[in-house]
């Protein structure tokens, strides 16, 4: 008889499934054909599986809804992208070059500004732009692991969804997740001073439960995004503030120099932020070079 569950940890030939019903985690095995067929589950699939003994043998894998390429899960509701603007700044290219990856990939995003705890009053101007320039787009929520703030509403948001933690690496996901999900132990390490940039704590995507419903998808941190596959005319389509005012007097505007761009005015008048416009424009040219 098969059973359902869906795949938490692949490891060569070898996936841990979850059953769907009892919760259970079991050693599960691929048939030769999946290998012939070209066929590789990944972390998120539903598969169908067969229990024999203590292990079980994969059936069929059931259709994807969505999948993100890098790190490879499929089934997700959304994408958790982490920042820090102190300890380590990171710069806003490449948040919103991240957010390009998730509108390609048709998912939704909310962004988590971590380590507030550590702003002073110099920083508190940089905060405000943060907040403002994106709550208008994805849902914000600030952070902190040291006072608890807004760990609360981040759990609220990965309730009963399959989630993925993004974010370079020293923006503090490990830390996050000990706090949703205390006792976890997910392994955390100090930034370096002299880099400020944190080592990589986490070595490959694997799906975890938590208690108050819906799964998060820990993975690697990263310091490169690739965007080489990204056509230059698309660009655009992939910033919701570019998207939804499209109106320009050219269908084919890039936003860039043609006259009676509306983005442009927008810009202007302060209604897209000069940030995401020029990380637009920075972003525009670098995937130009590639075509």
């Known amino acids: 008889m098969r059973s359902r569950g869906i795949v938490v940890k692949f490891m060569s030939n070898v996936l841990i499934v979850e059953d769907s019903k ?26 169908e599986y067969v229990k024999v003994s203590d292990a079980g043998v994969v ?11 890098k790190p490879r899960v499929a089934n997700i509701d959304q994408v958790v992208c982490v920042h820090t603007i102190k300890k380590p700044e990171v710069p806003l290219l490449m ?19 971590n380590k ?10 940089r905060k405000k732009s943060f907040i403002d320039t994106y709550s208008k787009i994805y ?15 981040l759990k609220n948001h990965f309730k009963d969804r399959l989630s993925v933690f993004a ?15 205390p006792g976890i132990n997910l392994r955390t390490q100090e930034i370096s001073e002299k880099i400020e940039r944190g080592k990589h704590t986490t070595t490959a995507a694997e799906l975890i439960r938590l208690p108050f419903g819906g799964f998060v998808a820990d993975t690697p941190g990263f ?36 006259p009676g761009c ?30």
């Open 167 to 181: 974010g370079p690496s020293g923006v503090g996901k490990s830390s996050l997740l000990n706090s949703i999900c």
């Open 22 to 47: 009892t919760y259970e985690r079991i050693r599960c095995y691929l048939r030769g054909r999946f290998k012939l067929q070209g066929l590789r589950p990944i972390v998120g699939d539903v598969v």
């Open 59 to 69: 059936e069929s894998v059931l259709k994807r809804k969505n999948e993100l390429p």
């Open 223 to 258: 310091s490169l995004i690739e965007m080489d596959h990204i056509k230059p005319e698309n660009l655009k389509l992939y910033f919701p503030e570019i998207l939804e005012n499209n109106k320009c007097l050219f269908k084919d505007c890039t936003h860039i120099d043609e």
């Open 262 to 291: 509306k983005i442009k005015e927008l810009v202007k008048k302060g209604e897209i932020a000069v940030s995401r416009y020029e990380n637009y424009l920075e972003i525009y040219r670098e995937v130009s070079k590639q075509w």
């Open 139 to 153: 849902p914000v929520v600030c952070t902190s692991t040291k006072t608890g703030e807004g760990i609360e509403e």
């Open 95 to 113: 948040l919103d070059k991240l957010l390009v990856l998730v509108e390609e990939a048709k998912l939704n995003a909310v962004l988590v500004l």
């Open 116 to 125: 507030i705890d550590l702003l002073d009053e110099t920083d508190q101007d």
